[in-house]
């Protein structure tokens, strides 16, 4: 039986083994590896993730943080990666309470209050719970997307879910990524053609301005930066 000690030490051979690893290579890896025993994250922004592990493994399953606080264009597109991708099994990841009982225990509005509590509620506890049913999980987080994600390496050992991440486009550049989502003609959520350009719950999302950073329109006016899903 493989064991949680197993893993880490797979992990950290794996991150030096797939330091410059492509992003197909490293998807090959984790199917070699686990199989069926691993889920693909995206927060349906777009499909590229999706995308570059459908063209390694047709099948797999897709964790989707289903907040109750979604954009209905960020729905819409969930839903397509459904036709697109026929293979991929959406895994809606929920809170434990609806919005409306999370409303009736912490009053309305929690996000504008304590947008921490309100995101561990209705993302990281349920991220937890449903990672707890593999051995690895893959992620779209790049080195580029935030300060705090550019030492981001493309296998490690996650220490907080207990489970093997693997970043398969981490060293991807904004160009790299743009021409890849053009190059492929991949699904992406309308969302961000009208200016939103790092998508999370509708009320703590906003457009943002030219010339300014993607995420800065994600808790805008907070000091806030990151849902605590990566750390």
């Not at 992990?11 to 070699?32: F, G, H, K, Q």
């Not at 927060?43 to 063209?55: E, F, G, H, R, T």
């Not at 434990?96 to 990281?124: F, M, P």
């Not at 051995?135 to 030492?151: I, L």
């Amino acid at each position: 039986m493989t064991t949680a000690t197993d893993h880490r030490a797979l992990a950290e051979r794996a991150s030096a083994d797939l330091a410059d690893a492509t992003a197909e290579e490293a998807i090959r890896w984790v199917a070699d590896t686990f199989g069926d025993d691993f889920i693909v994250a995206s927060n349906m922004q777009d499909a590229v993730l999706i995308d570059v592990a459908a063209k390694v493994k047709p099948d797999f399953d897709v964790l989707f943080l289903e907040t109750g606080y979604h954009f209905a264009e960020t729905i819409g597109t969930r839903d397509a990666v459904e036709t697109v991708y026929p293979g991929v099994r959406i895994v809606d990841a929920r809170a434990e309470q609806s919005v409306a009982q999370q409303d009736a225990e912490y009053g309305e509005k929690l996000h504008d209050r304590d947008a921490t509590l309100c995101c561990n509620l209705r993302k990281v506890v349920p991220l937890r719970k449903t990672l707890a049913k593999y051995s690895a999980w893959v992620t779209g987080v790049r080195r580029v997307d935030a300060p705090t994600r550019a030492n981001t390496p493309i296998v490690t050992w996650d220490e907080r879910n207990g489970l093997v991440k693997v970043n398969p486009i981490a060293p991807w550049t904004d160009e790299e990524f743009d021409g890849y989502l053009r190059d492929h003609g991949i699904l992406q959520n309308p969302l961000v053609s009208a200016g939103y350009l790092s998508i999370g719950c509708a009320p703590c999302t906003a457009k943002v301005l030219p010339g300014q950073d993607p995420r800065s329109g994600r808790w805008a006016g907070q000091t806030k930066t990151e849902c605590g899903l990566h750390g």
